[in-house]
């Protein structure tokens, strides 16, 4: 199983109880440092930037999980999905999930987001562009016992539902289910992050 911008491995321990062997790749070295000490040397993990994909291997399912594919640009999304294609097999799974419409517009309407959770105040400042399908967000956390900070500046996209659909076909996956987060209740038109089950049918036809 291949795991894309697989950050902490969180997934990859749950994995590892289900499947034969995971390879996890992330852009940040920091955040393999963390999956390795959490998974340990059960699973193999590679730093690698979408759509530079060097695994070796032949893949039965891909999966991409908790927000790794918003922060590809519309381009590297689609270079990366075909690339994740070549290293699966006919008949293979790929499954990620992507914020929705409703997500940009739910975030176009709560900008300013701040509250206490666990010891930590956070402020979460977030700017849309609905034109190019962009969201810039600031996050600031501050520890209330000891008064540490920091903070983060994340860029994602919304990638239309056609565009995904395109993407996905031209790349060999035909059969396409689009569901709530990770549940079997179908995506609809209040669904925030959905969750895209794919199966790649055939040999994909870009170039
Ligand atoms: C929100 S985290 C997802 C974490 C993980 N999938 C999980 O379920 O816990 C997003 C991850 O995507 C990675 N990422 C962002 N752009 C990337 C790219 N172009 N190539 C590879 N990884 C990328 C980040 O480094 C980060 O670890």
């Known amino acids: 199983m291949l795991d894309v911008c697989c950050g902490t491995g969180l997934m990859d321990a749950e994995l590892l109880k289900l ?3 995971v390879v996890g790749t992330d852009a940040s070295a920091a955040m393999l440092t963390r999956a390795r000490a959490r998974v340990g040397p059960q699973a193999q993990f590679l730093l690698a930037t979408l759509p530079d994909l060097p695994v070796d291997e032949t893949f039965d399912a891909a999966i991409s999980t908790f927000d790794g594919l918003n922060y590809l640009t519309p381009e590297v ?7 994740i294609s070549e290293h699966l097999r006919v008949g293979a799974w790929l499954c990620f999930d992507l914020h929705t419409d409703a997500m940009m517009d739910f975030t176009l309407k709560n900008a300013q987001i701040s ?4 010891g930590h105040f956070f402020s979460i400042r977030s700017e849309v562009d ?10 600031a956390v501050t520890t209330t016992e000891s008064g540490s900070h920091f903070t ?11 565009f995904v659909r395109e993407v996905l076909n031209s790349a060999g996956f035909t059969e396409i289910r689009i569901v709530e ?3 079997d209740t179908p995506a609809n038109a209040d669904t925030l992050r959905a969750t895209w089950i794919s199966r790649k049918t055939q040999i994909g036809v870009t170039a």
């Open 115 to 118: 509250g206490e959770e666990e």
């Open 130 to 139: 609905p034109e190019q399908r962009t969201c810039s967000t600031w996050i």
């Open 19 to 21: 499947v034969y062997s």
């Open 77 to 83: 999304f689609q270079a990366s999905v075909k690339v």
């Open 181 to 183: 987060e990770y549940t």
């Open 152 to 162: 983060e500046h994340h860029r994602q996209h919304f990638h239309s539902d056609a």
